[in-house]
Every structure is written in C-alpha cells, then in structure tokens.
C-alpha cells in the first residue's frame, strides 16, 4: 500500500537559519507529490507540487522542493526562514485515479 | 483562483444532535469532493469521496450512516454528522479538484475545515 512518511515531527529552527522537511514515500511508481502547510485552526495551502519534468521544484513564499527517484525522496527546503513560517507542513502523494495520501505532517517552530 | 469555501468554520453541538458541515467550490464545478478528517495534531485521512448525483464513496472504518454525504449540485456538498458523540470531535476538511487553468495545470484546493465539539 502507498504510505508516506516524514521522519521528523517537530523541528525547531532560528529565524534566519536554512531548512529541510523530509519526506519519503512508498510507491510502486513515481507518484505525483505535493508539499502543503497548514497553520492552526486553517485550511491547507499548496506550497508546490511535482509531476514530471525538473526535479527541483518552485514553490510560493521562497520554498523549494527536490525529487530524489533513487531515495523515494521529496524534500522541502527553505534558505532563510520567516517568523511566519511556523507552522504545520504535509507532504502528500497522489497516484494516478487514486487519492491523496497524507504524511503524518511535520510541525515548525521558529526561534526569534 | 479556484476557491473552495467551508462553512461553518467552527461549531459546538450538543451530544445526539446532528451537525451539517458545507463545502461549496465558488468559481468552478466539482463533479467530486472529498472530505478529510483530521485529529489534534495528526494528519489528514480521506473520509469519503462526494460523487454529484450519486453515492459517495467511504474509506473502510468509516461509518456512512453516521456520516451523510449529500452532492446534490456542482458545486455543493454537505457532509452531516448524525447523532454526535465527543468522539466525534474533530476538524473536518473538504476539498475539490479545480479544473486546469493558464495560471495552473492542477488545482485540488482545500476548505478552510470546520472544528466541530460535541459537548
């Protein structure tokens, strides 16, 4: 079954200071995967997504996300992190006529 | 963009009341909606998938009788809770998928979720 996985359930960063989300997931093929943050008691906003093409992805608010075949990785990266960026981040995976799979979600504390 | 609106944001229930959750996509059709759930710091899982103008398809576990999904327009689904217990108690997420546009070639775009609380 496809499952999705981020190590990581709480980081803590210094406002400032570079970052990266890991995400890995469990699939037969490449699926489509997608990046989404989620800030308390909100609704969940697409950071970036990759489908096929270039595997470092663009994504808003300055994050950028790299897709690794060989390591079934798909990890989001931010040089300089904001105050604002606290929050809760979800990695998700989608394969053809298939739902999204959520990972467990990885929540971001910033440091002042 | 394509803007999916949920409705109530936040809603407190007696136990044993039912409770309707809305989930509208305002500039768009949706012929499927799917509704999420989601526990006090856990992720998201897939409830059921809202089909217009047939049955919706539930995720095994969950309860169809305890969770009425109703799609009866284009861009309307209704998700009711019957008989709420605490247990119930949850943030409850929609979701649609916006059709392709020049700025966009994807577009699953999310409600704002309703916290529902059965006291």
């Known amino acids: 079954a496809q499952s999705v996985t981020q190590p990581d359930i709480h980081i803590t960063v210094s406002e400032g200071a570079s970052l990266e989300l890991r995400c890995n997931y469990s699939?037969?093929?490449?699926?489509?995967l997608f990046w989404y943050v989620q800030s308390p008691g909100q609704g969940l906003q697409l950071l970036l997504k990759?489908?096929?093409?270039?595997?470092l992805v663009q994504g808003i608010k300055g994050f950028e996300a790299e897709f690794k075949r060989s390591q079934s990785s798909f990890n989001l990266r931010k040089p300089s992190v904001h105050w604002s960026d606290a929050a809760e981040y979800f990695c998700a995976v989608e394969s053809y006529g298939q739902n999204f799979v959520f990972g467990p979600g990885t929540r971001l504390s910033v440091l002042p | 963009g394509a803007v999916v609106s949920q409705h109530p944001s936040r809603v407190i229930c007696k136990s044993g009341t039912s409770v309707k959750i809305e989930c509208r996509s305002l500039?768009?059709?949706?012929?499927?909606m799917f509704w999420y759930r989601q526990f006090p710091k856990q992720s998201l899982m897939l409830m059921a998938t809202s089909n217009e103008g047939s049955k919706a398809t539930y995720e095994q576990g969950v309860e169809k009788d305890k969770f009425l999904i109703n799609h009866a327009s284009l861009t309307l689904s209704t998700l009711t809770v019957t008989s709420a217990h605490p247990e119930d108690s949850s943030f409850y997420i929609c979701?649609?998928?916006?059709?392709?546009?020049?700025?966009?070639?994807?577009?699953?775009?999310f409600g704002s979720g309703t916290r529902l609380t059965v006291v």
């Open positions: 990759y489908f096929s093409g270039d595997t």
């Open positions: 699939y037969g093929a490449t699926p489509y």
């Open positions: 500039d768009f059709q949706a012929t499927t």
């Open positions: 979701s649609a998928n916006a059709p392709p546009t020049p700025k966009s070639d994807y577009g699953y775009t």
